[in-house]
């Protein structure tokens, strides 16, 4: 039982490139989320689904794509990388209960 | 417009002594609270939690206190151990939405 795996775990982007931070967990949960947790700023919800097929905005959803084909993934695209997405960006994932359990991070870094 | 707030970014307390984190929130609707503490270059990790029909809820070292009329909560940990040295997030669920929002943080130091 891996919990939430995410990858990479570190990346460089130069501005205009585009990637996608991948998400899985094995834990049979419906919902699932992304976060970036910037300097003082605490963690804030970029995107989230509630099972598969289904997917929608949180707070800072702007700059980021999301799709949620499968119960176990929940990948975020950046489709032209601003240096304002710097940030360590955390998938989670929860299920009938509110606890929300998160993966490990990708720290990203836009230049 | 911060609904979570914590407002001590950080906090240093002698080993075996308590540590006392504090948490204060703006929005009616939240009926869920959560703490979460995190270490460097990990992960938040889920510590305790407490719905808003409780004022009170423990387990082991770790107790959280919710006093709804004055929308504050603490979280008290006791004894302190260095091992306990992180960041700690307190996030409060809106009823409407299912979302989580979450306070700013605050770095707690043992000192041995």
């Known amino acids: 039982n891996a919990g939430v795996t995410q990858t990479p775990k570190f990346q460089v982007l130069k501005t205009g490139q585009s990637m996608t931070l991948q998400c899985a967990q094995d834990?049979?949960?419906?919902?699932m989320s992304w976060y970036r947790q910037d300097p003082g700023m605490g963690l804030r919800l970029i995107h989230y689904s509630v099972g598969a097929g289904i997917t929608d905005q949180g707070e800072v959803p702007n700059g980021y794509n999301v799709s949620r084909s499968t119960t176990e993934d929940f990948p975020l695209r950046l489709l032209s990388a601003a240096p304002s997405q710097t940030s360590v960006y955390f998938c989670a994932s929860r299920g009938t209960s509110p606890t929300q359990y998160f993966g490990p991070g990708t720290r990203l870094t836009v230049l | 417009d911060q609904q979570v707030k914590q407002n001590s970014p950080s906090l240093s307390v002698q080993e075996g002594r308590i540590s006392i984190l504090n948490c204060d929130y703006t929005?009616?609707?939240?009926?869920?609270f959560l703490w979460y503490k995190k270490y460097p270059a990990e992960g938040p990790t889920f510590l305790i939690s407490i719905s808003s029909i409780k004022d009170k809820n423990e387990d082991g070292r770790f107790t959280v206190f919710l006093n709804k009329s004055a929308k504050h909560l603490s979280l008290h940990i006791v004894p302190s151990q260095p091992g306990d040295s992180a960041v700690y997030f307190c996030a409060a669920r809106d009823f409407g939405n299912e979302k989580l929002t979450f306070g700013t943080g605050t770095r707690l130091t043992i000192i041995p």
């Open positions: 834990m049979n949960h419906e919902y």
């Open positions: 929005n009616s609707m939240f009926d869920y």
